[in-house]
């Protein structure tokens, strides 16, 4: 499942990553409306589903540190969308799932223990 220390990096604490990441979240948002993005529905079916294994395969690591490793629902959107689609619809639906993610698991405390749920 990826690199065990592997963890995504705190961008708050990071300005040059948050704004590749405001850059990129650009991009695809622009990708997005310029296509219409046809394959939503599938798209979004696949995704939920993915964060929602990722979620169950890290609830141990979550109930022991209080955290959840990242890389594996990162790894899996990747492989799953680049067989799927072209690199670039690829990329631009790992930046939009990734982000939308974590902003989910942020909200309903999934991601740290203590965090409001």
Known sequence: ?????????????????????????????????????????????????????WLQATDREWLSSGERDRYPLVAALDVEFRLRHDEQMADHLCVFFTTAFEARASKSGANRQGDEH
Do not use: C
């Open 1 to 53: 499942m990826g690199h065990p220390n592997y963890r995504v990096p705190d961008v708050a604490m990071k300005p040059e990553s948050f704004r590749k990441l405001t850059e990129h979240l650009a991009l695809a948002a622009q990708w997005l409306e310029k296509t219409g993005w046809p394959t939503r529905v599938e798209d979004v079916a696949l995704a939920n589903r993915i964060y929602l294994e």
